[in-house]
């Protein structure tokens, strides 16, 4: 099998702290807006403003990033899962998986070459759905990352230039 879901948990677990970081900008943001509130009976400007607007964002795009990493967990283990279902019949036939071909396994086989031809087809069907999902997910996260990049970047520049 070589399709690894690379280490799911590590992956999930960071989703997670982006998202409980999240979590913890956005009860910051609402301090700042209880802040806002108090200067603005007090007759005070409201310096906060940009400082809201900035953790907000960062805070949604946290929220975002580590959304899309569990969610890419799950897509690895379930693609993984589907993979190892195909192992029996790979067995009963002699076939294994090398990359993302099903192929003969070396050596004699008992198998009908007939039934093992028509059973590898099959099979390099099932497999070709699951690389192809996998795969869509993966660019999908990739572009969703590389956007998520810039974003935080804009948002860092923006936040050191005191804008």
């Given at each position: ?11 999930s677990?960071?989703?997670?702290a ?5 979590g913890?900008l956005?009860?910051?943001?609402v ?12 007759g005070?400007?409201d310096?906060t403003?940009?400082?809201?607007d ?10 975002r990033?580590?959304?899309l990493l ?5 897509t690895?283990?379930?693609s ?7 192992e029996p019949a ?11 071909l ?7 086989s008992?198998?009908?070459p ?6 590898r087809?099959r099979?390099q069907?099932?497999l070709?759905?699951?690389t192809?999902v996998r795969?869509r997910?993966q ?7 590389e ?6 970047a ?6 050191r230039?005191?804008?």
């Amino acid at each position: 099998m070589t399709l690894s879901a690379g280490d799911a948990g590590s992956t999930s677990a960071l989703g997670g702290a982006l998202r409980t970081q999240a979590g913890g900008l956005a009860d910051f943001v609402v301090d700042l807006d209880a802040a806002a509130r108090r200067a603005a009976r007090t007759g005070s400007p409201d310096v906060t403003g940009p400082e809201r607007d900035l953790v907000t964002r960062a805070a949604t795009e946290l929220d975002r990033v580590g959304g899309l990493l569990q969610s890419w967990t799950t897509t690895a283990v379930e693609s993984a899962a589907r993979v190892r279902a195909l192992e029996p019949a790979l067995t009963r036939f002699d076939l294994v998986i090398d990359g993302q071909l099903v192929v003969e396994r070396s050596g004699p086989s008992r198998v009908e070459p007939g039934e093992r031809l028509a059973e590898r087809d099959r099979l390099q069907e099932l497999l070709n759905r699951v690389t192809a999902v996998r795969s869509r997910e993966q660019a999908r996260l990739r572009r969703e990352l590389e956007a998520s990049a810039t974003t935080l970047a804009a948002l860092s520049d923006r936040a050191r230039s005191g804008a």
